[in-house]
């Protein structure tokens, strides 16, 4: 079955180190995205990638930095810049969000991967 | 940029019927959807606007005003499993393609 999977599910980093979550989807989607949810509150955009090669900041990208070389693959780094890293991590991926249609818009979520900074 | 505003928590009860409002701000507008999220797991896509109206897809209903800035999602026949979050999401028209949340809306669902 297609889908997305995130590695790891549950991750703890000391302060100052940098620590890289996995995010692949075999639904041949062109884009990708990273969302950072917190305790009670809704999803914010950190970064998204509308083909190989390419990707844009979002609402909250400092501290993070991503990569997109291949198109089934968008992994998200936490750097030690980010002063508050402890959160859930929601990868997700779309056909196609420049086309018209219910389908090429509809996100598609990966499982997340819950961060926690000792 | 974009604001949107929903409630922050709401309680109903089993076989009722309840209904989640969301309106936003924004600069251009091209489409809102509705997921739902259990407590620790992923958003799952529930619905899609783009014009204005009703949709249906069984028990759960969403409407559309663009000329207002607002959306509803209606849950029908409530059962004890639809006790969730709703995220409220908005895409905006021009380049920036990814969706927009609200901080959701906690639903709970009492026997």
């Known amino acids: 079955d297609g889908g997305i999977t995130q590695s790891p599910k549950y991750l703890f980093r000391k302060e100052g180190q940098n620590v890289t979550l996995s995010c692949e989807q075999n639904?041949?989607?062109?884009?990708m995205y990273w969302y950072r949810q917190d305790p009670g509150q809704g999803l914010r955009l950190i970064y998204y990638?509308?083909?190989?090669?390419?990707?844009q900041k979002g609402d909250i990208a400092e501290g993070y930095s991503v990569s997109r070389e291949k198109k089934e693959s968008f992994p998200l780094t936490v750097t030690s810049a980010q002063k508050n890293p402890t959160a859930f991590y929601l990868c997700a991926s779309s056909l196609d969000p420049g086309s018209a249609g219910t389908g090429a818009n509809v996100l598609t979520f990966g499982a997340g991967s819950r961060l926690t900074v000792l | 940029g974009q604001n949107i505003d929903q409630p922050t928590e709401m309680t109903a009860t089993e076989g009722a019927i309840v209904q989640i409002n969301c309106t936003y701000q924004t600069s251009g507008f091209n489409g809102l959807f509705w997921y739902q999220q259990h407590a620790g797991e992923a958003p799952t896509f529930l619905s899609y606007?783009?014009?204005?109206g009703l949709e249906e897809k069984g028990r759960f209903s969403s409407f559309l005003s663009r000329s207002k800035g607002y959306s509803y999602l209606l849950l029908k026949e409530l059962q004890m499993k639809d006790s969730a979050s709703y995220l409220c999401?908005?895409?905006?028209?021009?380049?920036?393609?990814?969706?927009?949340f609200g901080s959701g809306t906690r639903l709970q669902v009492q026997p």
């Open positions: 999401a908005v895409r905006e028209a021009g380049g920036r393609r990814a969706l927009t």
């Open positions: 990638s509308q083909i190989v090669n390419d990707f």
């Open positions: 606007n783009v014009l204005d």
């Open positions: 639904l041949n989607h062109d884009a």
